[in-house]
């Protein structure tokens, strides 16, 4: 694989056509350009349409979602303003749905359930925290989880997001005291160090100009810790 701007490797393509581009973003890239200057997927894949289909100036890519540095896992673009506009409105009504496997410590009670919070952000030191409705600047979190399977006190749990919240299912699993694992940052000592496991294995929207439900699927690492404590396969499969 050949790197591109600020050491980003090519970036793993499951989808592409005219109007939208579904990739895999690895753990510990940026989504988007930020203060820190790293490289990042937006402008990666700027480069590879900009080289694969030799189209001189700016590139046009429309970021219609985010995932968290620390997150892995799937992303839809789009090529065009039509099609960043009509994934936009899909986010906004709920057609656009976004599930994600994590690793919690211990197992939440009951095993599955709904979480709602409001959840304000500090924009100094890049936190967010549960709050009270009311609260300036508070905004409406919301989240579906349900435990798949349990071992050595941890819980492998889909969650299905009904709000985009920055570093939302970090802080609500951490507010029930099952912070995701290795979520240093939220969950302290009871997280336990390691990589967060924390991955957006399944994306599904009508495409937006065919009108097609699609839906991807991306198994997060099996082979790591603390991935490989579980039967991944059995869980990310077409239904």
Same mark, same amino acid.
């Given at each position: 694989?050949?790197?591109?701007?600020?050491d980003?490797?090519?970036?793993?393509?499951?989808?592409?056509?005219?109007?939208?581009?579904v990739?895999?973003k690895?753990?510990?890239? %940026?989504?988007?350009?930020?203060?820190?200057?790293?490289?990042?997927l937006?402008?990666a894949l700027?480069e590879?349409i900009?080289?694969?289909?030799?189209?001189?100036?700016n590139?046009?890519?429309g970021?219609?979602?985010r995932?968290?540095?620390?997150?892995?896992?799937?992303?839809?673009? #789009?090529?065009?303003?039509k #099609? #960043?506009?009509?994934l936009s409105e899909?986010?906004?009504t709920?057609?656009?749905?976004?599930?994600?496997?994590?690793?919690?410590n211990?197992? $939440?009670? $009951?095993?599955?359930?709904?979480l709602?919070?409001w959840?304000k952000?500090?924009?100094?030191n890049?936190?967010v925290?549960?709050?009270?409705?009311?609260?300036?600047? #508070?905004?409406? %979190?919301?989240?579906?989880y349900?435990?798949?399977?349990?071992?050595?006190?941890?819980?492998?749990?889909?969650?299905?997001?009904?709000?985009?919240?920055s570093h939302?299912i970090?802080?609500?699993? %951490?507010?029930?005291s099952?912070?995701?694992?290795?979520?240093?940052?939220?969950?302290?000592?009871r997280?336990?160090?390691?990589k967060?496991?924390?991955?957006?294995?399944s994306l599904?929207?009508?495409?937006?100009v065919?009108?097609?439900r699609?839906?991807?699927?991306?198994e997060?690492p %099996?082979d790591?810790?603390?991935?490989?404590?579980?039967?991944?396969?059995?869980v990310?499969k077409?239904?």
């Amino acid at each position: 694989m050949k790197t591109m701007n600020n050491d980003v490797t090519d970036p793993t393509i499951l989808f592409e056509d005219n109007h939208v581009i579904v990739v895999l973003k690895p753990q510990n890239l %940026a989504s988007c350009p930020d203060e820190s200057g790293d490289g990042n997927l937006l402008d990666a894949l700027k480069e590879y349409i900009r080289a694969k289909y030799e189209k001189p100036g700016n590139v046009y890519l429309g970021l219609v979602h985010r995932l968290d540095r620390p997150t892995g896992g799937l992303m839809v673009f #789009a090529k065009t303003s039509k #099609a #960043a506009g009509r994934l936009s409105e899909q986010m906004r009504t709920g057609d656009f749905e976004k599930r994600y496997l994590t690793v919690l410590n211990g197992t $939440p009670a $009951p095993e599955s359930g709904s979480l709602v919070n409001w959840l304000k952000k500090n924009t100094v030191n890049n936190m967010v925290y549960l709050c009270t409705q009311g609260t300036d600047g #508070a905004k409406l %979190a919301s989240l579906d989880y349900r435990v798949l399977e349990k071992a050595g006190g941890l819980a492998l749990t889909e969650i299905k997001l009904h709000t985009g919240r920055s570093h939302q299912i970090r802080v609500q699993t %951490a507010g029930i005291s099952h912070p995701v694992y290795g979520d240093m940052r939220y969950g302290g000592e009871r997280a336990q160090k390691g990589k967060l496991a924390l991955w957006a294995y399944s994306l599904s929207f009508t495409h937006p100009v065919t009108k097609e439900r699609m839906r991807f699927l991306s198994e997060p690492p %099996a082979d790591e810790t603390p991935w490989n404590k579980f039967d991944i396969s059995s869980v990310v499969k077409p239904t």
